[in-house]
């Protein structure tokens, strides 16, 4: 039987690593909306830029204690491989989703915006919906390349790929179930409409149960 901080660590890693990540989506955004002067481009590359780099940081630190998920599409992908208990799948999914909320409000208190907010950033349809089933699609194959060739490199890999997605999705790659959540709860430039989010989960959901099929079967040991 598990001791109490062997059960405890895990869910505290996944906590504090969650939250810094949505603090650095929403925090960055709005720095980097203040400083560009207007220019969408150049605070969508600061915003990508700063999330690419502290996701290396978070998975490098907390990938020993508890995976380093951050994300209820990666851990229902590990979930359907059988990598970890249901149980503990469920209370991480759990987790991340009050962690990416309290990361929202404390971005929203550092820049000194009302902590309370709910976004009016439409981005709905199907080009949408395609969009995030490819973000999160390609950060699990990125993830299962990554276990099966390098694992050393997957905090640069994840990092890397999130970055490059950014650019390369029309959505800008969620990519996130928890992220999206707590996305419609700012009205910065990260924001998503509560009613744009659903269409986002069920497309990451949709690519987690996807990948859960092809990826293990790609990268097989033979």
């Given amino acids: 039987m598990a001791s109490r901080p062997q059960t405890i660590r895990p869910l505290a890693a996944e906590f504090l690593g969650t939250l810094i990540l949505l603090a650095t989506v929403v925090g960055s955004g709005i720095m980097a909306e203040r400083l560009a002067d207007g220019n969408i481009a150049l605070a969508l590359l600061a915003n990508a830029?700063?999330?690419?780099?502290?996701?290396?940081?978070?998975i490098t630190i907390f990938a020993p204690l508890s995976g380093a998920h951050f994300n209820?599409?990666?851990?229902?992908?590990?979930?359907?491989?059988?990598?970890?208990?249901?149980?503990?799948?469920i209370a991480y999914a759990?987790?991340?989703?009050m962690a990416?909320?309290?990361g929202v409000w404390l971005a929203h208190a550092m820049f000194a915006l009302p902590v309370i907010e709910v976004s009016t950033h439409l981005r709905d349809g199907p080009a949408q919906w395609l969009a995030e089933f490819t973000a999160t699609f390609g950060l699990l194959l990125t993830i299962a390349g990554g276990v099966r060739f390098a694992p050393a490199?997957?905090?640069?890999?994840?990092?890397?790929?999130?970055?490059?997605?950014?650019?390369?999705?029309?959505?800008t790659s969620f990519a996130n179930p928890?992220?999206?959540?707590?996305r419609a709860l700012t009205q910065s430039f990260a924001g998503i409409a509560p009613s744009s989010a659903p269409g986002f989960i069920a497309a990451q959901l949709l690519a987690a149960l996807a990948s859960a099929l092809v990826l293990p079967w790609l990268f097989a040991r033979d």
Avoid at 156 to 169: H, P
Avoid at 178 to 182: D, E, G, L
């Fill in 49 to 58: 830029l700063a999330t690419g780099a502290v996701l290396v940081v978070l």
């Fill in 72 to 89: 209820p599409a990666v851990t229902l992908y590990f979930a359907l491989r059988k990598d970890i208990a249901w149980s503990r799948a």
């Fill in 94 to 97: 759990v987790i991340q989703v």
């Fill in 100 to 102: 990416a909320i309290a």
């Fill in 153 to 171: 490199a997957i905090p640069m890999l994840v990092g890397l790929y999130i970055t490059g997605a950014y650019w390369f999705t029309a959505s």
């Fill in 178 to 182: 928890a992220v999206t959540i707590a």
